[in-house]
C-alpha cells in the first residue's frame, strides 16, 4: 500500500498524496497485484471518465450541489437556507469513493458501477441516500443534520441501495456541462 502510494506522489507531485487514496488503493489491492493497482490508480486519478484529479478542485462538489438542486430541490433550498455546503458532508463520500461507508460487497458493486460509467453513479448514490432520508433531513438543524449526513448509509440494505441509486436519472452529459460552468466560472474570478 506504502508503496503504491509514494511511486503515485513521486509521479504526480501537484497532488502528491492525499487523504483518501490510502482507502481507494487498499480497496483496488484486493482484487489486483501491487502493480496492477498502481496502474489502476493512474487510470482513476487521470482517465477522463473519472479523473479523480478533479476532486481537489471543488468540481465535484458543485455539481453536487446543482445535482441536488435538479433532483431534491426542497432539500437543497433548505441546506442553502442553513448554510450546508456539499463539501460539508461529502467530502469524504468522494474521496474514498464510499469505501469508508459501505461493507465491502456493496462497495464493490458501487465500484463495478463507478468503473463502467464513470462518477455518475457516485452521484447517483450520493442522491439516493439524501433521497431516503429526505423527509428527516428537511426537519433538521444545522448542527443535527451533519452528523446525520455522516450516517446516512446506516442500518440500510445494500442490494436497496444500489437499486435506489440507480433510479437516480440524468444525464451523463449534464456533469460535463456543469464542468464548462464551473471552469468558466473559475477563469472569470467568481469561484
Not at 115 to 136: D, H, N, P, S, T
Request: charged share 25%; proline share 3%.
Amino acid at each position: 500500500l506504502r508503496s503504491i502510494l509514494q511511486a503515485y506522489a513521486n509521479i504526480d507531485p501537484e497532488v502528491g498524496y492525499v487523504q483518501g487514496m490510502g482507502f481507494l488503493v487498499g480497496t483496488l489491492m484486493t482484487q489486483m497485484d501491487e502493480e496492477e493497482a498502481f496502474w489502476a490508480l493512474h487510470a482513476m486519478m487521470h482517465n477522463k471518465r473519472y479523473l479523480l484529479r478533479e476532486m481537489y478542485r471543488q468540481l465535484f462538489f458543485f455539481q453536487l450541489k446543482k445535482l441536488m438542486h435538479m433532483q431534491i430541490p426542497k432539500l437543497h433550498k433548505r441546506f442553502e437556507d442553513i448554510g450546508v455546503d456539499p463539501s460539508f458532508f461529502a467530502s469524504q463520500w468522494f474521496l474514498t469513493l464510499f469505501v469508508y461507508h459501505f461493507q465491502f460487497r456493496a462497495l464493490l458493486r458501487v465500484w463495478d458501477i463507478f468503473l463502467c460509467e464513470g462518477w455518475k453513479q457516485i452521484f447517483r448514490v450520493a442522491i439516493a441516500l439524501m433521497k431516503w432520508e429526505e423527509k428527516e433531513l428537511l426537519e433538521m438543524s444545522f448542527d443535527a443534520v451533519l452528523p446525520r449526513l455522516k450516517t446516512l448509509h446506516e442500518q440500510k440494505n445494500p442490494d436497496e441501495i444500489l437499486a435506489r441509486s440507480l433510479q437516480i436519472k440524468f444525464k451523463t452529459e449534464q456533469l460535463g456541462k456543469w464542468r464548462t460552468e464551473y471552469e468558466a466560472e473559475l477563469s472569470a474570478g467568481r469561484r
